[in-house]
């Protein structure tokens, strides 16, 4: 994808040039533009998940399943995409301060990483940020006095412990709830939701066209347990005639002879 066409005319991210490249072409109104958009971007993160929006890069940290104590050089990596620059930063900094602005990014690259299979430690946050280990932790302290919640590696034994009903999240999904909607009554973060959304969506393309659960593994990168897991929600998701169909016109959407021939060929390529 050429620099040209990752931004619209004003210098925002891709998502505001396709938005802006459906309203000139096709004169459609904001809000179809908009979905348009976003069904773009869904697309694109399916067939090419280490696509990298503006602003992310892609960091390998310690895996949420790595035991606390372990040597790091013994640890599981796992890569992780994490947004240190998104379009709003720069309109939130001059508001409220470039204080406030680390403490926003700290907040959003460690709910990433943990939609991702991934744990930050303070170290890494200090790396990113040009920080000091002690500013980090006193960040930290500061949002979780405000009652956010930051999960970081040296703290992922003692919060992340809930277990979110991943059956639910795609019912809702299914029937046409928003992320946003999702992570408000999941009470988890949208950045998890969308991530799980896109993974389920993944695996279960793959799955539809007769592709084994060890191939997909293989052509996505997703762990086998993660795998199985989405592959048994859909079986329960197609127990259900009205989800069924909700479920039949997604896909649909998604299995156009373009986007399978995609899928095809990541699979010999990778295979």
Known sequence: MSTALSKKADGNNFCGF????????????????????????????ILSPDYLEEGQILRYVVSITEPPGKLLKDCKLVPVKLTLYAPEDKEYRR?????????????????EA??????????????????????????????????VKIITRAKLPLIFRGTVDKLKMIKMFLKGSDEAEIASSMRCSEISVKSYIERFLRVSLL????????????????????TKECIDIYHSVAED?????????IFSFYEGPGLLEVLRLKEQLRS
Do not use: N
């Open 241 to 249: 005639e009205k989800l069924a169909s909700f479920m039949h016109k």
């Open 18 to 45: 396709l938005v802006h490249y459906f309203k000139i072409r096709y004169q459609f109104p904001p809000g179809i533009c908009e979905a348009l958009a976003q069904d773009v971007l869904r697309v694109v993160q």
């Open 114 to 147: 943990i939609a991702q299979g991934g744990s930050l430690s303070q170290e890494d946050i200090a790396d990113l940020l040009f920080l000091d280990r002690r500013t980090v932790v006193d960040y930290i302290k500061e949002l979780e006095s405000r009652g």
């Open 95 to 111: 508001q409220k301060g470039l204080k406030e602005l680390k403490l926003r990014v700290i907040q959003r690259i460690t709910q």
């Open 207 to 226: 799955y539809r066209q007769g592709i084994a659960a060890s191939t997909i593994v293989k052509v996505t990168d997703i762990s086998l347990e993660s």
